[in-house]
């Protein structure tokens, strides 16, 4: 590929965010060939099928929820991989944890490694706010409260240890002004009957 090639391409390359996929990048009228040539060239990492990163980007600890969260747009980051956001717990998750709302299209995604919850429509919503994963780059996520009821309502599955060490952490850091906000988030999730014993044994 000559320079006034490379050229072009770097100049169509600059054009896209950090993060992009292969649409987006057939929108900014980068081939698959071309995409292939600026891996080889090491101008774009692949993080997942069909998600790349520009080499200039700045650095992430986060690259796999962007690509998981490129792949999956409907999805919310939830579960060990939101409670590791919000520093609620010290694990590592294995893998990306995702929500997408009950009855919709679940994702496969086979790496980076991704587990796939499905929840009520009705509340999909609740709880959602936005985590800047780079900078200039934010991706959905439940909060910490949310968060944190769900590791209750799902403890079974996660294990009563991690969720109640995250529980007890987030009322450290928001004391009893936090209660009321879990309250108000399981009372939505028709979650009560399992919070409110567990918030006053740890408070007690």
Excluded: W
Excluded at 113 to 122: D, L
């Amino acid at each position: 590929m000559d320079a006034a090639e490379n050229s072009r391409l770097e100049q169509r390359l600059a054009r896209l965010s950090p993060t992009f996929t292969t649409a987006q990048a057939r929108q900014a009228l980068l081939s698959p060939r071309d995409l292939a040539h600026l891996v080889t060239e090491s101008e774009i990492d692949e993080l997942s099928r069909g998600v790349y990163r520009r080499a200039d980007a700045p650095e992430t600890a986060h690259a796999d929820l962007l690509a998981v969260c490129a792949r999956a747009p409907r999805a919310v980051v939830c579960g060990e991989s939101a409670l590791a956001l919000h520093e609620l717990i010290d694990d590592i998750p294995a893998a990306v944890h995702i929500a997408v709302p009950r009855g919709t299209r679940r994702p496969t995604i086979s790496y980076p490694p991704t587990v796939v919850a499905q929840y009520a429509a009705k509340t999909f919503g609740l709880g959602v706010e936005r985590f800047e994963a780079a900078p200039g780059e934010s991706i959905p996520v439940y909060n910490a409260a949310r968060s944190v009821v769900d590791a209750m309502r799902h403890r079974s599955r996660i294990g009563e240890t991690l969720a109640l060490s995250a529980l007890g952490r987030y009322l450290r850091r928001s004391g009893r002004g936090g209660v009321g906000e879990l309250q108000h988030i399981a009372r939505e999730l028709d979650a009560l009957s399992v919070i409110r014993p567990a918030v006053e044994a740890v408070l007690a």
